[in-house]
């Protein structure tokens, strides 16, 4: 089922989510239609307060991608109760990015490129690993929703200026996109 995409202004992007057990009511559903809404939606990522849930929970798709990196091809994953351990802060790339919680709105976002992550597998298996490149990006992007930050809170100054108004559109519902969403109006 498709769900709809919590946007900007909603307060619960701005709260801090909780790890969930395996015993988490309706837990495989609820990644099935986190998948589809976010296939639905355009979307490489998407994290539960998106939706609504104030848990650890985000999926990525990097298929998307595969024509220009191949190695992405097939790339669908859920992370469960996801935590970045480590930054490596030794290279560091600015990058534009958006959100389908901020529609409309891209901007340049400095982010380590390498990062340290704990989760769990969709069989609550636990992993720990570094991951690099464009993946890290967006694991930093979508674990940042479940630590309540969104990328806005990531920009330059002078560029949250520049989008001070955009934001407030959004905050009044007054914008455009393609997939179903949830005001805060």
């Given amino acids: 089922m498709i769900l709809p995409i919590y946007t900007?202004?909603?307060p619960v992007l701005r709260k801090e989510s909780?790890?969930?057990t395996p015993d988490y009511p309706g837990l495989?559903?609820?990644i099935a239609d986190m998948f589809e809404t976010m296939y639905h939606s355009d979307g490489v990522g998407l994290a539960a307060p998106q939706i609504g849930k104030s848990i650890r929970l985000v999926v990525i798709t990097l298929d998307v991608l595969k024509d220009d990196y191949p190695e992405y091809e097939g790339f669908?994953?859920?992370y469960i109760n996801p935590h970045i351990i480590e930054y490596d802060d030794t290279e560091?790339?600015?990058m534009d990015e958006g959100c389908l919680s901020?529609?409309?709105i891209h901007e340049p976002v400095r982010r380590p490129t390498r990062i340290r992550v704990q989760y769990m597998d969709e069989q609550f298996n636990p992993h720990d690993e570094w991951v690099d490149g464009y993946l890290a990006?967006?694991?930093q992007h979508e674990f940042d929703h479940l630590d309540a930050h969104l990328f806005v809170d990531r920009i330059t100054p002078l560029r949250k200026q520049m989008v001070r108004n955009k934001?407030?559109?959004l905050l009044k519902g007054k914008f455009r996109c393609a997939y179903k969403v949830k005001c805060p109006k």
Avoid: A, F, H
């Fill in 18 to 20: 909780v790890d969930i």
């Fill in 28 to 30: 495989e559903q609820l």
């Fill in 92 to 94: 560091t790339e600015s």
């Fill in 137 to 139: 990006r967006v694991m």
């Fill in 102 to 104: 901020l529609p409309g």
């Fill in 8 to 10: 900007y202004g909603m």
């Fill in 167 to 169: 934001l407030g559109q």
């Fill in 76 to 78: 669908n994953k859920c």
